[in-house]
């Protein structure tokens, strides 16, 4: 989670997505970072008993596109046109740029250029609230002390909009997608990370990540492939 970088710069790429606070979603966020802090990783992304699953991934999603944010923000000065001219991750794998909207057919660009697309793109989605909905779970008229009774009433009685259908396929082209940073900064710029000490950081949100991924299925494994034998040397051990 987010605090895992306690009071290290606060740089980031793109403005910090904010879950509001009071909200159901943030007493998830809270629940999950008391559950990290226990170093357990695997019990960390498993789903809270009672919970709802498109919540749950949604505060997550939420939670890795502001760490990735914080950690492309530490070597965006090693990121350039120059150095990237082209969103790699390593030598057999080349990303380009669609977005099936403004952008329809692939493009190839640098990686600064593709991960400025891409995290626009994220943050669109997050903000988007027919997407990600942050009132859903709240319920006006009960006070926050009778939280605990919620999961008894009817859903008829939940305030705000529902989860579209189409969630978890937009969610799960969120993490593919921000994969693909997490793989262009090992590949490309670890250098740069054990430079500035950055490494503890990027490895336990990443190993953070990719149990979270694992638990719900939610990246292809050919997708993984440019960072299969880390995930396999960060995972083993705990199998």
Not at 19 to 24: A, F, K, L, M, W
Not at 60 to 75: E, K, R
Not at 133 to 139: L, Q, T
Request: some cysteine; overall charge negative.
């Amino acid at each position: 989670m987010s605090f895992l970088f306690g009071n290290r710069s606060s740089k980031t790429f793109k403005p910090k997505k904010n879950i509001p606070e009071g909200s159901h979603q943030y007493e998830l966020l809270k629940h999950a970072e008391a559950t990290l802090g226990s170093g357990n990783l695997r019990m960390a992304v498993m789903l809270p008993e009672g919970e709802d699953l498109n919540e749950w991934v949604a505060v997550n999603t939420v939670d890795f596109f502001n760490q990735i944010n914080m950690l492309y923000g530490t070597i965006t000065d090693f990121c350039t046109e120059e150095s990237c001219p082209v969103m790699s991750a390593g030598p057999k794998y080349e990303y380009h740029w669609a977005d099936g909207t403004n952008i329809k057919k692939p493009i190839k660009c640098s990686a600064p250029k593709y991960i400025d697309y891409l995290m626009t793109w994220v943050q669109d989605q997050l903000d988007d609230e027919t997407l990600f909905p942050s009132k859903i779970g709240e319920h006006g008229f009960l006070s926050h002390t009778h939280t605990l009774y919620v999961s008894f009433l009817p859903s008829l009685f939940c305030l705000g909009v529902p989860f579209p259908k189409n969630f978890m396929s937009v969610a799960k082209t969120i993490l593919k997608r921000l994969f693909r940073v997490y793989a262009h900064i090992y590949h490309q710029h670890f250098d740069s990370v054990m430079q500035l000490q950055e490494e503890a950081h990027l490895n336990t949100s990443f190993k953070h990540f990719i149990f979270f991924v694992q638990e719900f299925n939610l990246i292809d494994r050919k997708e993984l492939a440019p960072l299969q034998e880390l995930i396999e040397k960060l995972t083993t051990k705990d199998r």
